[in-house]
């Protein structure tokens, strides 16, 4: 393909939000990419928030982290999981982040008295984000439009998406509309009406779709298929079945079986007849699909009733698992319900992992606490992810090194040992929004430790989002009694990554290694926790059969 213009591909979705558009999207990033294209993708948000990072993990799961320190919606997880690139804070749009900038160029007077409205300023705004997010010139852009069609707040975007295929020029630009076949099974039929409704609704503001991808239960039949093509002006061919699936990262292998990345280069007028390579991924689904093994393991949190709250934890511990065989089987503790030591001894009783991710207030913090102890004292492998880390200090200086009453100020301002504290650069923020340490930080790892072997690197950068750090008075007392500090800063002033010896794996980060893992590239620390895990498992199923050869990890 020429490097002439940047394709635009847009996708919008119907009839009920939690489409997986977002996963269409990445499955067609990866189909593009492995055809060789330069990809990226976009999520534009239409709620008022600036960013999802003020909001409860309750309301929007995750917040996942760029390098550049941006907090995002976590379909940025998805795709960079996805098309394996990184991406940033000009990927994820919010409407809010939209109207921050209109009404701030508005304050300053650039408008020279004019007046401000949706079209053409917010559109006009909506559409700069796009072409910001295309400057590299890749081959595609693909930006997904959250929510679902007939939403009032999305509208604006709507409209911009509309003009901008005006704006890219004849051939540069198509929409994908994802939408819900329901199964009535008292009817035993999957029913298009709904997806001709939704359609109906773009079509009456401007935009028709050049492509349907049908989530659905069970096969579209040929009829359901003709009538979706019908009612709605899209070839029949490019009406694309997309069924559920046993595991995400089948998708972008079924709807390449589905012709959809042929469909989207024929509209955009692009002569390629290759195959994607998807040989290394469809591997992977092989070993997801199949494994030899099971493993199971905790996640102890306060939000576990929402599992996309952990989605970057979840999808790295199957990333570890695919890559040694074994299925990761998560048990969700709740922390808030052990504050008793008793309990957590009986709730951890059979499982060969644990991870304990970050988090922020007091709730459920002292079963965190308890938690880490009983990983330390049984010798279960843990892997504490930034609140997890602050969890496992703080155990570590009660329990370790006598230090009473140990805490974190975010818990307990007047704490007698504050052995996590607020970094100084926190000390004066009062602004919630965007202003933690953000973003990718270099971290030295020092020699001889748990981290040096899992990385096998000297330097390595990984993603922050914190406002709190082990404090440094108590550092010596805490080394001294056999903590280890096996990554800190370049300056050696913030403790990044602590250890202990004498464990099978006890290893927790400052960071959040879960946003970089990758099912192409599983993340060191999560292969450490589940090799750890696995080997518990072998040595357990040993002592169980009662074989004499008991080795000891
Ligand atoms: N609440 C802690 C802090 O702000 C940990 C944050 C996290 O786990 N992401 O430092």
Excluded at 265 to 293: F, G, Y
Excluded at 323 to 333: C, M, N, Q, R
Aim: hydrophobic share 35%.
């Amino acid at each position: 393909m020429s490097k002439k213009s940047t394709k635009y591909i847009f996708i919008t979705g119907g009839v009920v939000s939690s489409l997986g558009k977002g996963i269409v999207g990445a499955s067609l990033g990866k189909l593009l990419r492995t055809r060789g294209y330069s990809v990226t993708i976009q999520k534009f948000d239409p709620y008022i928030n600036v960013d999802p990072g003020t909001m409860s993990p309750f309301q929007h799961g995750e917040v996942f982290v760029t390098d550049d320190g941006a907090e995002t919606d976590l379909d940025l997880g998805h795709y960079e999981r996805f098309i394996n690139t990184n991406l940033a804070r000009v990927n994820n749009v919010t409407a809010g982040s939209v109207y921050l900038s209109v009404i701030n160029r508005e304050r300053r007077g650039d408008y020279l008295g004019g007046t401000v409205q949706t079209i053409p300023h917010i559109t006009d705004e909506i559409k700069n984000r796009l072409k910001e997010a295309a400057k590299d010139k890749p081959d595609f852009l693909i930006a997904e439009v959250g929510g679902t069609v007939g939403d009032i707040e999305g509208l604006p975007f709507l409209e911009a998406i509309r003009q901008f295929k005006i704006d890219a020029g004849f051939g540069n630009v198509i929409f994908i509309h994802v939408t819900l076949l329901p199964y009535l099974s008292a009817a035993g039929e999957l029913k298009t009406k709904p997806s001709q409704h939704s359609v109906n609704t773009l079509r009456s503001i401007g935009i028709q779709p050049d492509i349907l991808v049908c989530r659905a239960s069970k096969s579209i039949p040929k009829t359901e298929r003709d009538k979706l093509a019908l009612f709605t002006n899209v070839p029949k061919e490019a009406v694309i079945e997309c069924k559920d699936l046993q595991t995400i990262y089948e998708v972008p292998i079924a709807l390449e079986k589905q012709r959809l990345a042929q469909e989207v280069l024929k509209r955009l007028n692009i002569q390629d007849d290759s195959e994607p390579d998807l040989e290394h991924w469809k591997d992977i689904v092989a070993r997801v699909k199949n494994p030899e093994t099971t493993v199971k393991i905790a996640i102890a949190g306060k939000y576990t009733k929402l599992s996309d709250a952990y989605i970057s934890v979840v999808e790295s511990l199957k990333h570890a698992g695919a890559a040694l065989g074994t299925k990761i089987e998560i048990k969700w503790v709740p922390s808030d319900d052990y504050v008793d030591y008793e309990n957590v001894q009986e709730a951890l009783s059979d499982v060969s992992g644990i991870v304990v991710p970050g988090g922020f207030g007091i709730r459920g913090i002292e079963g965190k606490i308890n938690i880490a102890r009983c990983a330390r004292e049984n010798n279960i492998p843990f892997l504490g992810l930034c609140l997890g880390l602050q969890c496992a200090v703080i155990e570590f200086a009660r329990n370790v090194a006598g230090l009473q009453g140990a805490n974190s100020s975010e818990f307990e301002p007047e704490a007698p040992h504050p052995v996590v504290d607020l970094m100084s650069e926190q000390e004066n923020v009062t602004d919630m929004g965007g202003t933690m340490r953000l973003g990718s930080y270099e971290c030295h790892l020092q020699q001889g430790t748990i981290a040096k072997k899992q990385y096998n690197l000297d330097v390595i950068h990984e993603r922050h989002r914190h406002r709190y750090e082990v404090n440094n008075n108590y550092r010596g007392l805490l080394q001294e009694k056999g903590l280890i500090l096996s990554g800190l800063s370049p300056d050696q002033k913030l403790v990044e990554i602590i250890e202990l010896s004498e464990h099978k794996y006890f290893v927790a980060s400052q960071f959040h290694p879960e946003f970089k893992s990758r099912p192409e590239n599983p993340h060191p620390l999560f292969m450490g926790l589940v090799e750890a895990a696995l080997n518990g498992e072998v040595n357990a199923n040993r002592r169980r059969q009662g074989s004499s050869a008991e080795v000891s990890v």
